[in-house]
């Protein structure tokens, strides 16, 4: 597989340092319009680490702009790590080409904009693939999670709650006030972080019936923190996300899942970070392989498009509604009311 990455930021060069490792694809072309990106000093800065791949950029040509790299190196793949708003132009250039499509969540600005992606997807020549990088669903915490749901090995759920916190986004090399703080160019914070923990809500419990959020504007209007209570039927489950953290308190992911028979923990900040609570019985930390989010989001992908049998876990259908989740809690926020789905 040919592939081509767009955006070589923080998330570009994640993903360039998983794709190098993956047997059958080659790295062919890196598009990125700020040029300082490809030098020797710009290592990446984010949330979480294994961005800082090295400088051997192997065979890969190096373009400043989107639509000449599709022209010119003929991927069969493009990955978009660009920021939010440019991921459904791009998006739908490539599909239009045949091109497979591998796109940083969120899939889009709106659910409205998601549908348009959904319909190039549709239009697009016939086995065409498009995947979201909804990382969290290739989490093996998260998957675990999921699988003692729906064994109900530790019977139902009672309650669940999901958190992501960290300092403002400041990782990018543009200076000043980045892109993630501009809500037409990021979605904001609920879009751009929240919607992680939106979109477990919505993998582990279905689509909610209604939401109902408050969030904390800062002097500008901008959101800088949202909490949020799902209608799932039956257990009460709740999400937060916030960008107001002190610089030095770093970054938190978190949940809380309450069964009737145990309670199950991970917390980025606390030793062990993933735990399990029996009623009966000593707490022990599940054994999980070692295994990194992207690295498995991005081998499912190509054992998807190359027609292997994989394991339902997400689609872009899916990714779609965790942004229309994530509309009604900015909506249900602003109006103080309850929003349906
Ligand atoms: N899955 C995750 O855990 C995770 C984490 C962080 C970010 N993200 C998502 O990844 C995407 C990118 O975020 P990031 O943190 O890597 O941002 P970033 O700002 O670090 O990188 C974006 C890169 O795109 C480049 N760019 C901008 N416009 C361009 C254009 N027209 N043509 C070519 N290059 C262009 C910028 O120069 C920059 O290098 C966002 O959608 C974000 O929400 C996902």
Known sequence: MRVAIAGFGFMGRMHYGCWKKVAGAEVVALCDRDKRQFEASAAANGNVAGADVSCDYGKAEIFEDFGRMLEEAAPGLVDITLPTFLHVPMACQALAKGIHVLCEKPMALTAADCDTL?????????????????????????????????????????????????????WTRDGGKSWF?????????????????????????????????????????????????????????????????????????????????????????????????????????PELPASDPYQNEINWFMDKIGGGAVESVTSPEESRDSVRIVDAEKASARSGKSVCL
Request: charged share 20%; with cysteine.
């Open 118 to 170: 959904l319909a190039a997807w549709k239009a697009a020549p016939a086995g065409t693939e498009l995947m979201i990088g909804q990382c969290l669903r290739f989490r093996n915490e998260y998957a675990y999670a999921k699988r003692l749901i729906e064994s109900g090995v530790y019977g139902r759920v009672i309650a669940a709650r999901f958190g992501r916190y960290s300092a403002a986004p400041g």
């Open 181 to 285: 703080f501009d809500e037409s160019l990021s979605g904001g914070v609920a879009l751009d972080l929240h919607i992680h923990d939106t979109d477990m809500v919505h993998f582990l419990f279905g689509l909610p019936r209604s939401v109902t959020s408050s969030a904390y504007y800062d002097n500008d209007g901008a959101m800088i923190h949202i909490s949020t209570l799902y209608d799932v039927g039956g257990a009460s489950v709740t999400a937060e996300g916030g960008w107001g953290m002190a610089k030095s308190f770093g970054f938190e992911r978190a949940f809380q899942i309450v069964f009737e028979r145990a309670t199950l923990v991970m917390a980025s900040n606390r030793t062990p970070e993933f735990c399990l609570y029996p009623m009966e019985g000593k707490p022990f930390v």
